[in-house]
Structures are given as structure tokens and as C-alpha cells.
């Protein structure tokens, strides 16, 4: 389907960083995730936002549904090699299949 | 969420030859399922929506001849990618959703046609 606007596209920093991504939509939604993906692995679901405003944590991540419900960041505090791996975004409107992607972040942690 | 598994997970074929990939929604009913193809280093493409019972919908440029989709029963979809060629090489991957969670990804198959 068609694409959010997810930036950076890559980002190299060094463990114990904290990192910032986000995402932005000329259309509305009523839910948006964010995804991470392994090398040659699917994405995995890491956190899912349903209300205009809402933030929220999972362990060093940080979400948050944008106001204006067109946006969505992502941030990750204390970074770790295992964080290594590509964020996407997710927007979803009021239809369960109308799913849209953004291009991806690829994050890189050095050691 | 829903739990789906995607086999195989790596697979090499001649070129000429199909290749099936199956998705399994273990824990839940699924009526719609999802394939998406990825490029390295690039973003997942969605290539068709596979419907329980019915046809598959497929995307703009997607040819439906060459990627056939069967959605038989609640719990199982198949991608079959005919007559593969080189550049039909891949990672795909399969995804269900649910109301709450959105999209539940199979691990993916990495096709690679010689």
C-alpha cells in the first residue's frame, strides 16, 4: 500500500545512544505501530497506538500518536547492539486492511 | 496477538521451476491474508490480498498469473511463484490481521531462484 514519510532513513550511533525516528502522513489514522525487523526475519510488533496523544513505553522504547493524529515518533533510550535492525512505521484507518508502511529505519549501534 | 508461520524459510529452485510458500495462522481465523515482497534494504511491498473463499486481490504490477494465491481455509494461504526466474528472488512474507493488534508477520521465506 502506499507509504508514510518515516525518517531517517539510516542511523549509525554508538551504544548507549538514544535514538529518535519518526513518521508523517498527509492522511489521518487511527492507529499507528511500529514494527522492527531482524535480518531475514518478518517485523515483529513492538509498540500500538490508539489514541490521538497517547504515549507510551515498552521497556527503552517510547511511542507517541501525534496530536494532529498525522504523525508518530519513536524513540529508544540507552541503545544496545541488539537494537541493530530496521523500524517501520504503520498507519492504519478505520478499515482493518488499510494498512500503510513507511520506507524503514535502519539503525546500526556500535559497540 | 496471532501467531503465523511461514514455511519454508529459505528455499533455492532452478529457474523455470514453482516454488510454494505457505502462511498458517495457528491461533486464529483468518479471512484475509497478506503478502508483501522485500527488496534488500528496502521497505515491505504489498503484492496481494488473499481472501478466504474467493479470489486474491492483487496490487497494481503484480502479475496474478505468475503468483498464484489460494486462501482455502481460515487457517492457510499459499503463494505459489510460477516458472521463477532469477530476478523473481526475494524475501516474502505473509501477514494476517486483527482488530486490535494490526498486522501479525510470518517470519518470511527467502526465495532464491539459480
Known amino acids: 500500500g502506499q507509504q508514510l514519510n518515516q525518517s531517517p532513513q539510516s542511523m549509525f550511533i554508538q551504544e548507549g545512544e538514544d535514538v529518535s525516528m519518526n513518521c508523517t502522513s498527509s492522511?489521518?489514522?487511527?492507529?499507528w505501530l511500529w514494527y522492527k525487523q531482524d535480518p531475514g526475519e518478518g517485523p515483529v510488533l513492538l509498540i500500538a497506538?490508539?489514541?490521538?496523544?497517547e504515549l507510551t513505553s515498552n521497556g527503552r522504547l517510547t511511542a507517541q500518536f501525534g496530536i494532529t493524529r498525522k504523525d508518530s515518533f519513536l524513540n529508544i533510550s540507552a541503545s544496545i547492539p541488539s537494537d541493530v535492525g530496521i523500524y517501520f512505521c504503520?498507519?492504519?484507518?478505520?478499515?482493518?486492511?488499510?494498512?500503510?508502511f513507511g520506507a524503514g529505519t535502519r539503525l546500526t549501534v556500535k559497540p | 496477538g496471532a501467531v503465523v508461520s511461514q514455511h519454508p524459510s529459505r528455499v533455492i529452485c532452478k529457474s523455470g521451476t514453482s516454488v510454494k510458500i505457505e502462511c498458517r495462522s495457528l491461533?486464529?481465523?483468518?479471512?484475509?491474508m497478506f503478502w508483501y515482497r522485500q527488496f534488500p534494504k528496502q521497505s515491505l511491498m504489498l503484492m496481494a490480498t488473499?481472501?478466504?473463499?474467493?479470489?486474491?486481490?492483487?496490487e497494481q504490477g503484480v502479475e496474478k498469473d505468475k503468483f498464484l494465491i489460494n486462501h482455502a481455509s481460515l487457517t492457510l494461504s499459499t503463494l505459489t511463484v510460477t516458472s521463477a526466474h532469477p530476478e523473481d528472488s526475494s524475501f516474502y512474507i505473509c501477514?494476517?490481521?486483527?482488530?486490535?493488534?494490526?498486522?501479525?508477520f510470518g517470519s518470511g521465506t527467502r526465495l532464491t531462484v539459480v
Open positions: 501477514s494476517v490481521t486483527e482488530a486490535y493488534y494490526g498486522y501479525t
Open positions: 492522511s489521518i489514522f487511527n492507529t
Open positions: 497506538l490508539y489514541k490521538a496523544g
Open positions: 504503520a498507519g492504519r484507518s478505520g478499515n482493518n486492511n488499510d494498512m500503510r
Open positions: 491461533d486464529f481465523q483468518a479471512t484475509t
Open positions: 488473499s481472501n478466504e473463499g474467493s479470489k486474491a486481490t492483487y
